[in-house]
């Protein structure tokens, strides 16, 4: 549905995920009864989150959680866990810096160069631990270290940044030709984010075995205010869904998983992506809110650093449990920020469904609730 804005601009209607609600059916079933498992190419998990590459929420230590804990943790290969051997104190400055101190003082923090054998030795750390290893870099750092990356044994590559495009143009630099690039790896890549039909469907042609869903959607986030761009997420990944589908049928068959990637900040939220088409998401302040995270109660990703135009702030969420109890409970807590798999398990049951494909088929209605 279109709306006219002006008598020379018409816009499309679309929807966030408080702008949408999930209907029950005719049938219930027991929590206990359903899976919420999740499998990309050979590697399976017993939930379907991802930790985002976030300084603030994934440290090696994190990453090894997460993966006990039945997902996986994402590291940030161009965070201060590959730029300093011992990146404690100052994590725990940012946690102290005055706001309007903030931006600055991290620009200079990571201002210090990446260093590959810190690369290699924080994948080590994590592969170690048994656990599925994953890393990720940005589109603009990728030729640079994904040999050392890959050599370094990673499972999982991730190519995340505001927005991946199949088709960056540059008068500058030649620009990462992601076809090539993926076809020639051994290991599955994930890449994003993407916010239209037309950018996933690009990104699934190059062979990618996942795209991650948002545009700088998050708590931390200030692209809406600094560039004027903007997802609304529960359009954003009902389009790539249809992407994915219509890939399937152009492909004869091949399977590119929906990855929902912002403005996931309650369970409520993620019920609602894997509800539009997510086969599984990637939560950054969800889970920066636990008291083993690395922000320590606070929260920032790439953007806020970003050394000539900063599209984020750090910002505080507070530390409220352990990771664990997020993930799995029990809890006090009603607001729906901890004991994310539960809530998850039970939306499902009392919808009916019994795993994550056949939750994508529940109804859908637009029912827009503000609480402000």
């Known amino acids: 549905m279109e709306i006219e ?75 201060l866990w590959t730029r300093y051997d011992d990146p404690e104190p100052l994590l725990a400055e940012i946690r102290d810096l005055p706001a309007h ?39 603009q750092r990728t030729q640079e270290l994904y040999e050392t990356v890959v050599a ?49 469907l690009h990104l699934m042609r190059t062979g990618a075995a996942g795209v991650l869903v948002g545009f700088g959607g998050g708590a931390a986030s200030t692209t809406r205010a600094s560039l004027g761009i903007h997802a609304p997420m529960a359009t954003a990944v009902a389009d790539v869904a249809g992407a994915r589908r219509d890939y399937m049928d152009e492909s004869g068959g091949r399977y590119v998983h929906v990855i929902a990637d912002g403005g996931l900040n309650t369970s409520g939220d993620i019920v609602k992506a894997i509800a539009c088409g997510a086969d599984a998401v990637m939560l950054g302040t969800a889970l920066a809110r636990a008291t083993d995270a690395p922000g320590g109660g606070f929260h920032w990703g790439p953007e806020v650093h970003h050394s000539k135009l900063p599209r984020g702030m750090r910002v505080e969420v507070g530390a409220l449990a352990p990771l664990e109890t997020i993930l799995y409970g029990p809890t006090p807590i009603a607001d729906g920020t901890a004991n994310l798999v539960g809530a998850l398990r039970r939306s499902m049951a009392t919808t009916g469904y019994s795993d994550l494909k056949e939750f994508q088929r529940v109804e859908v209605v637009v029912a827009p609730y503000r609480t402000n």
């Not at 923090?109 to 924080?122: F, H, N, Q």
């Open 152 to 200: 370094a044994g990673v499972d999982l590559f991730v190519i995340r940044g505001t927005t991946v495009s199949a088709e960056h143009v540059s008068q500058n630099q030649e620009p990462l030709n992601l076809k090539k690039f993926i076809y020639e790896l051994d290991v599955p890549v994930i890449v994003g984010g993407a916010a239209t039909y037309t950018a996933a």
């Open 5 to 79: 804005i002006g008598r020379s601009k018409r816009a499309r209607r679309v929807y966030a995920f408080d702008d949408i609600a999930i209907v029950p059916s005719r049938r219930t079933r027991d929590p206990e009864d359903v899976s919420v498992s999740w499998a990309i190419d050979a590697y399976q998990f017993s939930i379907p989150f991802l930790a985002a590459p976030m300084d603030s929420v994934v440290s090696p230590n994190t990453a090894i959680m997460m993966g006990q804990l039945g997902g996986v943790g994402v590291l940030d290969l161009e965070g």
């Open 101 to 139: 101190r903030a931006t600055a003082r991290m620009q200079e923090m990571y201002a210090e160069p990446i260093k590959p054998s810190l690369v290699t030795e924080r994948l080590a750390q994590i592969r170690a631990a048994g656990v599925t290893v994953a890393g990720a870099l940005s589109p």
